[in-house]
């Protein structure tokens, strides 16, 4: 996920926007993003898979069925709908690029008000 999320990131660099989303378990793109950011669209395992959360703890996914990746419209990698920040915080919070951008806005007003 954070590779598809890498190649995003560097098309938008050189694009000015993000790839074509991608929602289909055979991906094609009329904008060169599969081949010329990514040697081929990655297939996930299936199955049960263990995390290790950003707060060390592991958290083990069962009967994990999704087999594609997806791309949004915000450039982010999405396995069964949902962000790699979904999986690494066990799952509860979703951190969408706009929940994100709110987060860090309201930090540096509390940050702000302090000085």
């Keep these: 996920m954070r ?11 050189q694009h000015g926007q993000y790839p074509d989303t991608i929602s289909s378990a055979n991906p094609s793109t009329s904008d060169g993003f599969i081949t010329n950011f990514l040697a081929n669209w990655p297939k996930p395992d299936t199955g049960t898979f263990i995390i290790v959360e950003n707060d060390g703890t592991n958290k083990t996914y069962e009967n994990v ?3 594609y990746y997806t791309l949004n419209d915000q450039g982010r990698a999405l396995y069964n709908g949902h962000t790699v920040e979904w999986y690494l915080s066990g799952g509860s919070t979703d951190y969408t690029d ?3 951008v709110t987060a860090i806005s309201q930090f540096l007003l509390i940050c702000l008000k302090k000085v």
């Design 65 to 67: 069925t999704a087999t």
């Design 98 to 100: 706009n929940n994100l």
């Design 3 to 13: 590779t598809i999320d890498s190649a995003s990131t560097l098309y938008s660099t």
